[in-house]
């Protein structure tokens, strides 16, 4: 089956970043396909860079794009859930002119039609929220 | 070639507005699935219900007002538009303070019914 | 077709839990996670409408990963199914929507 998943929540602030992690994780182990992973809402602070969490902690933003990169997933972030955020690429960075940008890589900034677009797509989307 | 059937795409929106971001971010999503071309529905349900309070003024607060952002669904084809009878009731809102004319007040047993109707359930 | 409803939230705090039982119909599923596997204590506030929710044929699950984080071993309905995250997966394909409550 092809699956999405829409995360709503913040890391850290809930577990609702951890429930989707290991949910999309156990979907791929049992050989189902995770199309798109759609951050929205505080959930796109998971695509930041400058995420230090302490040695003995989750890395949720390393943890997503290493599953991004092995298992080809689609990971979008709101564009207006993360500009208003402080979450921006080079190009938005550039567009608003400021000083820094800090999209993690393997992230991606796009509109919220690719979250409509995953539920057309997708045999099944989950919604995790904090 | 052959075009993929439309889906049924269900938006469940059951937060108060303004108090979280929940409320808009879920309206903007429907507002954003229209332009795909599928079956979509709209549910008010728990504290979604105040979304539909007519005479709100959000001025104040810096927000825009649900009562003027609401109106604009059927101008995007938004037509299939839920609002739960029991969250109503709980709440004491009358159909007459709703914004919104043409919604269908269906009570629990509609709602199971509607959900289990749906391609696909998007949360908010 | 049927939904599978997860609950993230107490309903010692929240009223999401109430808010699914409202609406669950008997084909449905129920999955307890994070915060929401304090349903399944006795002491819950919908414990009753849950217990009903079971014996109409309703099945109910929780996360075992989250219920033994919380010290709930042994705590919860005899007849909520422990389950983990393949066990949720599963769960998602057999109903055709998830309905997630937070």
Request: charged share 15%; net charge negative; with cysteine.
């Amino acid at each position: 089956m092809i699956f999405s998943l829409a995360i709503y929540a913040a890391p850290y602030t809930s577990q609702a970043s951890d429930s989707a992690f290991r949910f999309a994780s156990a979907l791929l182990e049992n050989g189902h396909t995770l199309y798109r992973v759609f951050f929205y809402q505080d959930g796109v602070h998971t695509a930041s860079s400058l995420s230090t969490p302490q040695q003995d902690e989750t890395h949720f933003t390393q943890n997503w794009q290493a599953l991004a990169k092995n298992h080809n997933i689609d990971l979008v972030v709101c564009i207006a859930a993360a500009l208003k955020r402080g979450l921006l690429n080079q190009q938005e960075a550039s567009r608003y002119d400021k000083t820094a940008y800090n999209l993690a890589t393997g992230f991606e900034i796009s509109g919220l039609g690719q979250l409509v677009d995953a539920a057309v797509i997708s045999d099944r989307l989950v919604t995790f929220g904090g | 070639m052959t075009k993929t059937p439309s889906k049924k795409l269900l938006f469940i929106s059951r937060h108060a507005p303004y108090g979280s971001s929940l409320a808009k971010d879920a309206l903007d999503a429907v507002l954003a699935s229209s332009a795909y071309d599928q079956q979509l529905s709209l549910l008010f349900m728990d504290d979604g219900v105040f979304q539909l309070l007519n005479n709100q003024s959000a001025t104040e607060i810096s927000q825009k007002s649900f009562s003027s952002l609401l109106p604009v669904l059927p101008l995007y084809e938004i037509n299939s538009i839920y609002v739960h009878y029991e969250s109503l009731e709980k709440r004491h809102i009358t159909i007459n303070e709703l914004v919104l004319d043409s919604v269908q007040i269906i009570d629990s047993t509609a709602v199971c019914s509607l959900l289990a109707k749906q391609d696909q359930l998007l949360s908010f | 077709m049927s939904t599978l409803h997860t609950i993230n939230k107490s309903p010692f705090s929240h009223a999401t839990l109430a808010s699914c039982l409202q609406v669950c119909g008997k084909q449905d599923g129920i999955l307890l996670l994070e915060d929401g596997v304090f349903g399944g204590l006795s002491s819950a506030p919908c414990a009753e409408e849950l217990s009903m929710m079971i014996a109409a044929g309703v099945k109910v699950y929780a996360l075992k990963g989250d219920v033994s984080a919380r010290g709930l071993n042994g705590k919860i309905h005899a007849d909520i199914q422990l389950t983990d995250y393949n066990g949720f997966v599963q769960l998602s394909i057999e109903h055709k929507c998830v309905q997630s409550w937070y």
